[in-house]
């Protein structure tokens, strides 16, 4: 439990810093010409920004990385990418009115049980639920944000449900961030980070030691 802790208060802080950060871009978009700013508008982007650093890592992580684990009771990166899949899938699908696919939700419980699957299998199950969340987030509008949904925990807002699977997609990927950095694989964001240069988005995560390239941040 006490290695667990140290493992997962890092990873807590990076993912504040990167909320932070989306939440600044966010006052940017989705104003009118009065300056009023769009809550749907901010979510999408939030989701959009994350979806590209959990794709990017999937990708730049090695086939023999999928079953690296940095403490034999955490997951190991595959189930991360497979974990991130099943709940979008599952979250998605149903905000967009569609059935989950089966194929890719039976492998995904077969690896959330202990069944390996390969990064190719895990890679495309993560693609087709973003193509279930591009529908739902597209779906959400001003006025069906505060419309009665169901989710994992019973009813809520569509809105508050599309922006609880962003914030499930930010700490799975601050856990994969810290798996790419221990197998020496410099993660999307900072990569992304240096070919913007000082934008927003850089400089905001590069703020402190942990954010910086050498600080270990993301």
């Given amino acids: 439990m006490k290695n667990w802790r140290c ?14 950060a989306q939440g600044m871009g966010s006052m940017n978009m989705g104003k009118d010409s009065g300056g009023s700013v769009s809550l749907t508008a901010g979510i999408v982007q939030q989701y959009d920004s994350v ?19 940095p403490m034999p009771a ?26 989950p696919d089966s194929a890719a939700m039976e492998m995904l ?19 087709k639920s973003f193509d279930a969340c591009d529908a739902a987030y597209n779906g959400l509008t001003d006025a069906n944000a505060g419309e009665a949904v169901q989710s994992f925990r019973g009813s809520t807002s569509r809105i508050a449900a599309l ?10 990927y601050g856990s994969m961030a810290v798996y790419l950095r221990l197998k020496g694989i410099v993660p999307p964001s900072t990569a992304d980070r240096g070919m913007m240069g000082s ?15 050498n600080g270990g941040g993301r």
């Avoid at 493992?7 to 932070?20: L, S, T």
């Avoid at 595959?78 to 009115?97: D, E, F, I, P």
């Avoid at 077969?110 to 693609?127: E, H, I, N, P, R």
């Fill in 163 to 172: 922006a609880g699977n962003t914030a499930h997609d930010n700490e799975c």
């Fill in 7 to 20: 493992f997962a208060i890092p990873v807590a802080m990076m993912f504040g810093m990167v909320a932070h």
């Fill in 51 to 69: 979806k590209t650093d959990l794709e990017k890592a999937a990708e730049a992580m090695p086939e023999d990385g999928y079953s690296f684990k």
């Fill in 109 to 127: 419980r077969g690896v959330a049980s202990g069944t390996a699957a390969t990064k190719a299998q895990l890679v495309d199950a993560l693609k």
């Fill in 199 to 213: 934008g927003m988005r850089g400089g905001m995560r590069g703020q402190g030691g942990m954010g910086g390239e």
């Fill in 74 to 99: 955490e997951r190991d990166f595959g189930g991360w990418v497979a974990h991130v899949a099943q709940s979008q899938l599952g979250t998605c699908s149903r905000l967009a009115g569609q059935t």
